[in-house]
């Protein structure tokens, strides 16, 4: 069993800065790929970015240019660094993660509990 667990959500104002961290603990798993989706009030889930275990990035539209996906293996950790935020990225924001079980060499996907980032004056 994987857990991922969430931290730096939060209030921020519009042009501000944040970092979410999202780190999974358990044993006998590998990472492969990790990422950050958000659902905002009365939207869909939709995917922000997304990054390989070799750190490869993908991003949405919507975020390219101000928000960078990184990750540290070391550490499976991943982490999402928010600038110039708009009031439209209040959402919550859940990590993925892609996990490879090694002693049966199945995968799974794991969600995280979500975090809540509000962009507001």
């Known amino acids: 069993q994987v857990q991922l667990v969430e931290s730096g959500g939060g209030l921020v104002q519009p042009g501000g800065s944040l970092r979410l961290s999202c780190a999974a603990s358990?044993?006998?798993?590998?990472?492969?790929?990790m990422g950050w989706y958000r659902r905002a009030p009365g939207k869909q889930r939709e995917l922000v970015a997304t990054i390989t275990s070799g750190g490869s990035a993908n991003y949405a539209d919507s975020v390219k240019g101000r928000f960078t996906i990184s990750r540290d293996n070391a550490k499976n950790t991943v982490y999402l660094q928010m600038n110039s935020l708009k009031p439209e990225d209040t959402a919550v924001y859940y990590c993925n993660a892609n996990v490879r079980v090694v002693s049966n060499l199945r995968d799974y996907v794991y969600w995280g509990q979500g975090t809540l980032v509000t962009v507001s004056s």
């Open positions: 358990g044993s006998d798993f590998s990472i492969n790929a």
